[in-house]
């Protein structure tokens, strides 16, 4: 059988796949074209991230296919139900990239507390002639201890984030419409651990009293975070968001950026991705990273390991 891996695979995933007899393709065809390339190459199994669309269109068009695959969590790119309407299995891999986004977030919120995000546009520039004004410039960060931290959305990956956030002393509020209380096991490298019970709140609560506000939510067909939610927020919050476009309001976070209201924020998804409004991308107050919350070597080499055996056990179940 051939597995198309349209956005490719970890080298980890391709070597599974191939012990057990699968092809594995990793040409990145064309949206346009990938119907035809299926049909023409007999594809049974089609992987995709974030980049490729499956569309009623392609599972109608492709009587081949057996399994769609995401390699991640979200699956708003595929119609999901409808393919599995058709008799199509459509699996993920939840878990596998968690940690990976979880320490995303607190590199830009390390790098929000502390400027680097402006002071690595600036020192290129003036750090030779006006190295004293920099210094000025960047001179009152603050510490993350202590703050609180407002988790919204605690699944797999909020509770990743509550985890990093308790080992550095912060104190973390959350809310989740489907999770109530939460037991956060904070392990250390030799073994040892703490438990930590998390009881979710309202979200207006949480937004009220945290000095950090980082969103973990699928796509919405609304704003999360809109001008009245910042409003209710606190006098220079940071805000990250490394989950989808579109469940913060841009227009109304760049005027809170440069009102003061929001100190700063973090993105790693944009309203309007994969070409973000310029207001956003040149705002000097926000830390940019392009979509990149799953893309670390470990989380990659799981993702492909995860699907793989998904793959395998699913194909052998129909076969046997």
Known sequence: MKVLAN???SKSGIEALE????????????????????????IAVLLVRSATKVRKDIIDGCPSLKIIGRGGVGMDNIDV????????????????????????????????????????????????????SLKKNYAHGVELKGKTLG?????????????????????????????GKSNIKVEFYNGQFINVEIET?????????????????????????????LEIMKDGVGIINAARGGVIDEVA???????????????????????????VL?????????HIGAATNEAQDRIGTELASQIISLLKTENA
């Open 282 to 290: 040149m705002n000097g107050r926000i830390s940019l990273t392009p």
């Open 81 to 132: 139900e409808y393919a599995r309407n058709k008799g199509i299995h459509v699996i993920n891999t939840p878990s596998a990239s968690s940690h990976s986004v979880a320490e995303l977030v607190f590199a830009h919120l390390f790098g929000g507390v502390r400027f680097l995000h402006d002071s690595n546009r600036n020192m290129p520039l003036d750090g030779d002639t006006q190295f004293k």
């Open 253 to 279: 976070l760049v005027k809170a950026l440069e009102s003061g209201k929001v100190a700063f924020a973090g993105l790693d998804t944009f309203e309007e991705e994969p070409t973000p409004a310029i207001q």
């Open 151 to 179: 988790i919204i959305g605690f699944g797999r990956i909020g509770k990743e984030v509550a985890k990093i956030a308790l080992g550095i002393g912060m104190k973390v509020i959350a809310s989740d419409k489907y999770v």
């Open 7 to 9: 956005d490719g695979i």
């Open 19 to 42: 012990q057990e007899g699968f092809e594995v393709l990793t040409t990145t065809v064309a949206q346009e074209q990938l119907v035809n390339y299926i049909n023409n190459n007999n």
């Open 201 to 229: 709140e309202p979200t207006k609560e949480i937004l009220k009293h945290a000095d950090f506000v980082t969103l973990h939510v699928p796509a919405q067909d609304d704003y999360v975070i809109g001008e009245k939610q």
